[in-house]
Each structure stands twice: as C-alpha cells, then as structure tokens.
C-alpha cells in the first residue's frame, strides 16, 4: 500500500524558507509517476504549488513560480518542497501526493504556521 | 490557466436525497484530465472519481461523474450520512493544475 508522509518544522519565520520533505512508502518513486505538493490555507480550497517526475524537470504554479523549488531524492525515497520568503499568506496545511493527472494517495498533511 | 468554478457553494440536503454538483470549466478540456475529490474537516482530501465518469478504488456506485467540455457534474444519488463533506473539482492540462473552490454539501 502506498503511503505519503509529510514531516519538517510547524512554525517558520516570516522571510525565511519553508522546508518540508514527503517520504514514500510501499512504492518507489524511481519507478514512475509524479510527485507534488498542495496546501490549503485554514479555512480555504486546495492549490496546488507543483510536481516532479522522478527523473524529470518539475512543474510549478505560475503564481508561486519564483520562490517554489521541488526536488526528488530517489536514494531515500523521498520528495521535497523549499518555499522562500514566505509571509502569513503561506501558512496553510501542506500535503504532499502521488499526482499526475489526479491525486491517487495523499499524505496525512502538516500545518505550517509563518509568525515571528 | 484554466480556471474551474464549483456550484453551488452550499448545498444544503437531507440523507436519502440526490445531490448534483458542478464544475465548470473556463475553456474546453479533456474528459480524461477531470477528476473529483471528497474532503472531511481536519482530512486528506479522498480521490472519488478520475477521467471525468471512472470511479477509483473503494468508492461507492452512489457517487456518479459526468460531462464534457466546459461543464461537469458530480452526483451523490442517495446521500449517506459520511457524504456530508466539501467536494472539489481538479484539472490538469498543459502541465498545470488547478482546483475549483469546492461545494460544501451539509446536513438540512
């Protein structure tokens, strides 16, 4: 069964860059499919911030574009996002997924909260 | 970027009722690149349907998608008391996603 984990810091300082990492279990990602992450501010809809093919460029949101990098670290089966500059606006529950065309298995998500 | 619009926002209906959802699209897209996905208070969203009409793995014969273009639609046929929940649209085209802003379907 595959299963997705989130883990990284729950409270980031404004300006400073959001890292969180989605380890893989029961599939691996050197295998196939895209990876990516989506949050969801409190209270508000999913938007999707981008992906990555195991061995591909990734592909991101326009509108997060310039502070999003999405990186794949088949070794440890592992995906991460780094979100740069981050404000109030970012704080949200992230999940990472098995995307592609839709999103087959999600993890559980993590809250990241930006407040100094 | 494509952008999809949910309607209703709410819908407010009693178990056993039909409930219709939908999803509209602002240009035409592929049937194959529309899916839907359920969402519970404090949860992942849950992968209901896929292709537009193809139901994933474990989901109930209640849940129905359809349409094509511009417009979809998602139907609960008989409503459980578990289907009380925000339902959301999602696309994928030219190597992007979005999301509709989700219906909330609620207890009457």
């Known amino acids: 069964q595959v299963q997705l984990q989130e883990s990284g810091p729950g409270l980031v300082k404004p300006s400073e860059t959001l890292s969180l990492t989605c380890t893989v279990s029961g599939f691996s990602i050197s295998s196939g499919y895209y990876w990516g992450w989506i949050r969801q501010p409190p209270g508000k809809g999913l938007e999707w911030i981008g992906s990555?093919?195991?061995?591909?460029?990734?592909y991101y949101n326009s509108s997060l574009k310039s502070r999003v990098t999405i990186s794949v670290d088949t070794s440890k089966n592992q995906f991460s996002l780094r979100l740069s500059s981050v404000t109030a606006a970012d704080t949200a529950v992230y999940y990472c997924a098995r995307t592609g065309v839709v999103a087959t298995y999600w993890g559980q998500g993590t809250l990241v909260t930006v407040s100094s | 970027e494509i952008v999809l619009t949910q309607s209703p926002g709410t819908l407010s209906l009693s178990p056993g009722e039909r409930a219709t959802l939908s999803c509209r699209a602002s240009q035409s897209l592929s049937s194959s690149y529309l899916g839907w996905y359920q969402q519970k208070p404090g949860r992942a969203p849950r992968l209901l349907i896929y292709?537009?009409?193809s139901r994933a793995t474990g989901i109930p014969d209640r849940f129905s998608g359809s349409g094509s273009g511009t417009d979809f639609t998602l139907t609960i046929s008989r409503l459980e008391p578990e289907d009380f929940a925000v339902y959301y649209c999602?696309?994928?085209?030219?190597?992007?996603?979005?999301f509709g802003q989700g219906t909330k379907v609620e207890i009457k």
């Open positions: 292709g537009a009409s």
């Open positions: 999602q696309q994928f085209g030219s190597s992007k996603w979005t």
């Open positions: 990555i093919y195991h061995s591909g460029s990734p």
